[in-house]
């Protein structure tokens, strides 16, 4: 069956288009993202009332309101949804949160407690974190 709706230009194959390059870049570029996002949250520790930790970050990552923090003692990612700062009102906004937390900062939180605690150059931020099971 010889169809004429598909006309096919031999001398011309898509490969050798350059015009499409960007936009091939761009979706690996955008599939690239989604794994790492993905992998980021399948590679993260769910926070609850018992959950502690104590180290120093050496990695960020924030997805849309969620922050994942990697510790330099922490195999896994550290996941923070819906924290608060009563103190300081200006760290609650959102564009604040993307700048929040540096490589070398020590975040710490205690066991059986819902307080996160931010200490950078001898400042100390303290968090509230909401939304915790107590299991």
């Given amino acids: 069956m010889n169809s004429k709706l598909i006309t096919r230009y031999e001398d011309k194959p ?3 288009d350059k015009d499409y390059l960007p936009v091939f870049f761009l979706f ?9 996002t993905l992998y ?23 997805q849309k309101s969620t922050y994942y923090l990697r510790l330099s003692n922490e195999d896994k990612w550290i996941k923070l949804e ?13 564009g604040w949160f993307v700048n929040l937390f540096y490589k070398g900062d020590i975040v710490h939180k205690n066991k059986n407690s819902n307080q996160m605690n931010l200490i950078r150059n001898n400042e100390k931020f303290s968090f509230i974190l909401e939304n915790l099971n107590q299991d």
């Avoid at 924290?83 to 906004?93: E, G, I, L």
């Fill in 14 to 16: 898509i490969y050798r």
């Fill in 28 to 36: 690996l570029s955008l599939i690239g993202f989604v794994v790492y």
């Fill in 40 to 62: 980021v949250d399948m590679n993260s520790i769910e926070l609850n009332y018992e959950t502690s930790f104590n180290g120093r970050v050496i990695n960020t990552f924030n």
């Fill in 82 to 94: 819906g924290f608060y700062n009563n103190s300081k009102p200006r760290m609650n906004t959102s």
